[in-house]
């Protein structure tokens, strides 16, 4: 049982690039999420999926798009890379039980943006 | 809409002695409200929630958190500090029928021997 696996772990892109990072769990979980880490500024939320063909926007969506055509796997796509998209990346699930059940955590996607 | 306030960046606590980490809370409703860990080049870990029912709410490693919901706090405590606790903490609440989880923006925990 893997949990909740990301790639790559790290990447450097130059401005205007795309990129895909890739997040997939093997529990059968409904909900998936992106959240972005910044230094202060805690994890802020990009974009989550409730269900296969199902996602809505979170707190920091712009520059980012998401799709979810199988419950194990919830890319996160750059579009046109921007200096302000070097962060740390964390990808998460639950399973879909009401609010109050917790999210596993993906170990994470370092990216920098040149 | 809701939020979590960490007051503290950094905790520094001898080994051995209680430790204390604060987080307040802001919400509409109930809430649900969670701690994760965070090592150093790892992702998040889940130590606990807090979701109905007894107040003081146990974890893993040996944590324990209160709610309080008149002073709107989910205090992170520990009685006796290790120095493999230290790590970044976070607190979170989620937004009721969403999969919203808002976190706060972490606190250090130093533990010394």
């Known amino acids: 049982n893997a949990g909740v696996t990301q790639t790559p772990k790290f990447q450097v892109l130059k401005t205007g690039q795309s990129m895909t990072l890739q997040c997939a769990q093997d529990m059968n979980h409904e909900y998936m999420s992106w959240y972005r880490q910044d230094p202060g500024m805690g994890l802020r939320l990009i974009h989550y999926?409730?269900?296969?063909?199902?996602?809505d926007q979170g707190e920091v969506p712009n520059g980012y798009n998401v799709s979810r055509s199988t419950t194990e796997d919830f890319p996160l796509r750059l579009l046109s890379a921007a200096p302000s998209q070097t962060s740390v990346y964390f990808c998460a699930s639950r399973v879909e039980q009401g609010s109050g059940t917790e999210a596993f955590f993906g170990q994470g996607t370092r990216l920098t943006v040149v | 809409a809701q939020s979590v306030a960490q007051p503290e960046d950094q905790v520094n606590v001898a080994e051995g002695n209680p430790l204390t980490v604060k987080c307040t809370y802001s919400v509409s409703g109930n809430p649900y409200l969670f701690w994760y860990v965070q090592y150093p080049n790892r992702g998040l870990q889940f130590l606990l929630k807090y979701i109905t029912g007894d107040n003081l709410v146990k974890g893993s490693y040996g944590f324990e958190a209160e709610f309080n919901k008149s002073q709107t706090s989910f205090h992170l405590k520990k009685p006796s500090a290790l120095v493999s606790d230290s790590a970044l903490y976070f607190c979170?609440?989620?937004?009721?029928?969403?999969?919203?989880?808002?976190f706060g923006t972490g606190t250090r925990l130093q533990v010394f021997p």
């Open positions: 999926s409730v269900g296969a063909g199902i996602t």
């Open positions: 979170a609440v989620r937004e009721l029928g969403t999969d919203k989880l808002i």
